[in-house]
Each structure stands twice: as C-alpha cells, then as structure tokens.
C-alpha cells in the first residue's frame, strides 16, 4: 500500500501554489461560517454567484428543470441542498456528496440572562460532545437570530469583529484549585457551570431601590434595545451559540496546516460544496447535501433524518415532468454516496489509543472509513467490498492521494456519520473526509493537503 506524504505530489512551486490557493479559500470560508445558518447563507450566497437557481422559485412557478440546469434549495435556513442536473434522467440514480454543517458549542437557554454579584451572565445548555473544561478562559463569541413576535428575524454576531468585546467562561485560579484539581477530567467544569458573563456595569438611570436591583442585567438590557430593539422575552424564541471569537489561522511555521473552530465537518463541507460548484455538468446528476444536527444524531427537520432530501429530490423529478412515486425510489436506489465526515488524525502524544494500521495521517490525503462505529461496529454503515473498490478505482485513476482508517482502537470509543441514513435509502454510501487533530475542541486543526485531495476526490466522484 501506498502511504506517500501528499506533499510529494506537489514540490513544483505552481502546484504547491493550488494546494495553498484552496486553503486560503476554505480559511477564508471558515471564519465567517461558524454556525449552520451562516453556512447555509454562505453557500446559497455563491451558489447564486455559480449560476444556481432557487428551487423554491421554480416549485412556485411550476417550471421545469433540464440537463445542465443547476439549483439549490435551502431548508429553514440550516441546510441546504445543491443539484447539477445530468443527461440521464434522475430516477437513473444521483452521484451525492453529504456532509454536515453544525459543529459542538454552547447554546443560550431560553431563559438565559440573569444577574449574581453584580455581573451579568448568560446562562448555556451545551450542544454535541464537548469536554467542557476546554471551553473555559477562551475569548468566546454570540452568534444567532433573534425571531420576534412580530415575524422579524434579527441577526446578531457580537465578538468577531476586532473592534468587538468578546464573551468568556471564567475558571478557577490554580492557587484555589486543590479540591478542582482532585476531580476527574468529565467534572472538573460541570454542564451547568457553562455560564457566560457578558456585563459588570449597572444601569446609571437607577433612581429607586427597584431600579437598582438586577442594574447590571438591566444595563445589558438596554444596550440590546439600543443595538438590536429586542426584548428580554425575545429570548425566548432566540437561536444563539456561544463559540471561539475568532479566524481561522495558517498553523504550524511552514503554514501546513489550518488551525479553525468547527472544522468538523466543515472541513468535508467546503471542498464538496466546491466541487458541485466548479465541476461541469455531466451523464448523471450531481446532487451535494449539507445538513444541520449531525452532532446530536441527525435528527429534525433539519437533520439527515428529515424527509428534506426526498422531498427536493421528489420536486426535481416533478419538475423534470416525472411523477411515477415509483421514480423517487429509483432516484435514490440508484445514487451513489460518498458521506464525509471528519477522522480522527493520529496525534504522537496520545499514540495509545490508535491502531496503526488503520490510521489516518495528516498529510496523507483523503480518509476513507469502510465503517465507523462504535462495540462491534455499532452503529456504522459499512460500505461494501465491491463499493470500496469502486472508489478505490476512482480516486486512483484521478490520482487522488487517499488513506483507509477506523476511529481508534477496538473498544475504545467510537463514533457515528451520517452515511448509514443515506444507507437506508438502498443506495450505495461510504464514509469518507479529512482527518482532525483536536476534534471537537474550540480550536481543530487539520492539513491543508488533505483538503485539496479531499476536494480533488470529490470531483473525481462526481464525474464518476
Ligand atoms: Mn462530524
Ligand atoms: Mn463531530
């Protein structure tokens, strides 16, 4: 087997040159899209540069779609769908890239904001597998909507702009620490600790003892009238995450690598996104799904569970003049699905809990897991031989550089996609992506070379 470093294939100054390019893009990309809405916006933003047409706009007009045609549709603002029409008709079966496009973080609670010793705090429910002692000390930000009774949505980022303040969790002091430090690592920051302080200034107005009780929160209150017009009510019916204020950075001294938050799964997102966009039309239908919700089990209406993906593609065929139901499932029986998600990358430090051999390695190019999972596979879709060798085809005649790995040793923990979701549509799925170092803490980090093979191999299946 063939392990070359995929630096290798590019010492020719131009061709480094295109790796570098392609991560400047995604680094790009990934600072501003922190959160599934601001991806989803992003990506239907430059799908409409691309020449990608609305769905929703044909449905409403009862217009068709023909070979070359390429549309988009968005769902609830936090996924989002993409379709490069092919020759063949649809119910022939769709070459599909999936990926996710929400990352762990803190969410507010509905009933956030309150006061304690003078300082203002919000109050958060964690979201997707964290340890919690990493999210503390850290410049954090807000970012979400606001949706208000009267049917406005208002957008708020507060903490990215370098002229911002930022938000953060405070930590203990090492000097009082001795009964913290004595805890194991799952409890020395507790869930319900997560609360974020935003404000020490209480509101100058007070007049009365009333005024002056709550003064910082009432303060706070205020300067969110005066910037935003919302109330306190209205976080009641608020999306906002709490995650590292921030761009991503180049990483390492040589600038191998992308030191980012939510690379997970942006990191596969970015580059399948890509690759619909700059790939020609061709004899079958290309389609690239981005959902929300993977880090909490695909569920909702926004989540790969949801009947989003079937229920666009069903509109497409109705638009392509073919209503047989008959057709929907063929449409999906006869797709092919490269799911990508995020691998664990061997880290030096930790080589304990890493088999060797079925590893992945920064620098060694795109990840393709036969199965995931976690005690005996559980869980995991495992792909079938005689697919594997379809894609081992693929990617070797488009001379992508690629690697095979599972998550970690037997038994040591494990991990679950969305691939076995797709699976259940009787179509053909394997997990793929780019490995990660620091999975899932605020700050990931993965290899810029790896993102140009993974989005090399994206379009080498799409044409495929
Ligand atoms: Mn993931
Ligand atoms: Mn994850």
Request: no cysteine; proline share 3%.
């Given at each position: 087997m063939d392990s070359k470093n995929a630096w290798l294939k590019y010492t020719k100054k131009r061709d480094r040159k295109k790796v570098m390019e392609f991560a400047e893009q995604y680094r790009a990309f990934l600072s501003v899209s922190k959160t599934e809405r601001e991806c989803t916006d992003f990506f239907a933003a430059e799908a409409e540069k691309a020449g990608f047409k609305n769905l929703d706009e044909i449905i409403a007009e009862n217009g068709t779609v023909k070979a070359g045609d390429k549309v988009y549709r968005t769902n609830r603002g936090k996924n989002i769908a993409l379709f490069v029409i092919g020759e063949e008709p649809l119910s022939k079966g769709m070459n599909i890239l999936g990926a996710h496009i929400d990352s762990p973080r803190m969410d507010l609670k509905q009933v956030p904001l309150y006061e304690d010793t003078e300082m203002a705090f919000l109050d958060t429910h964690y979201y997707g597998g964290i340890k919690k002692y990493q999210w503390v000390t850290l410049p954090l930000a807000l970012h979400g909507v606001v949706a208000k009774k009267d049917g406005t949505v208002v957008k708020v980022c507060i903490g990215e702009d370098i002229e911002d303040p930022v938000v953060g969790v405070s930590d203990l002091l090492i000097h009082l620490a001795a009964d913290q430090m004595k805890k194991t690592g799952a409890k020395v920051i507790e869930g319900e600790d997560l609360n974020v302080m935003i404000g020490t200034i209480p509101l100058d107005k007070a007049t009365d003892d009333k005024d002056k009780k709550d003064a910082v929160k009432k303060n706070i209150l205020k300067i969110l009238k005066d910037k935003y017009?919302?109330?306190?009510?209205?976080f009641l019916s608020a999306e906002i995450v709490v995650l590292p204020a921030g761009p991503a950075r180049d990483y390492g001294l040589d600038r191998g690598c992308i030191m980012g938050y939510g690379q997970d799964d942006k990191v596969c997102a970015y580059p399948s996104f890509r690759a619909i966009v700059d790939t020609e039309p061709g004899k079958r239908t290309y389609a690239c799904l981005l959902v929300d919700k993977e880090e909490i089990?695909?569920?909702?209406?926004?989540?790969?569970?949801?009947k989003f993906f079937a229920n666009t593609v069903a509109e497409l065929l109705h638009a392509e003049g073919d209503d047989s139901p008959l057709s929907i499932m063929r449409a999906m029986q006869y797709s092919k699905a490269l799911s990508s998600d995020v691998s664990a990358a061997f880290d030096p430090n930790y080589p304990?809990?890493?088999?060797k051999k079925n590893s992945a390695y920064f620098g060694r190019g795109l990840v393709i897991n036969k199965y995931t999972g976690a005690r005996?596979?559980?869980?995991?879709?495992?792909?079938?031989a005689e697919y594997m060798a379809e894609i081992r085809k693929i990617f070797d005649d488009a001379d992508v550089a690629f690697q095979t790995s599972e998550l970690g040793k037997v038994d040591q923990g494990g991990g679950g996609t969305i691939a076995y979701i797709l699976g259940n549509w009787d179509m053909n799925v394997i997990d793929s992506g780019v490995a990660v170092l620091n999975?899932?803490?605020?700050w990931e980090i993965t290899s810029k070379v790896d993102i140009y093979e993974a989005y090399k191999g994206y379009v080498a299946f799409l044409l495929a």
């Open positions: 017009d919302i109330e306190e009510d209205d089990g695909s569920v909702g209406a926004t989540g790969m569970q949801s304990e809990v890493m088999e005996g596979k559980s869980g995991s879709n495992d792909a079938s999975m899932h803490a605020p």
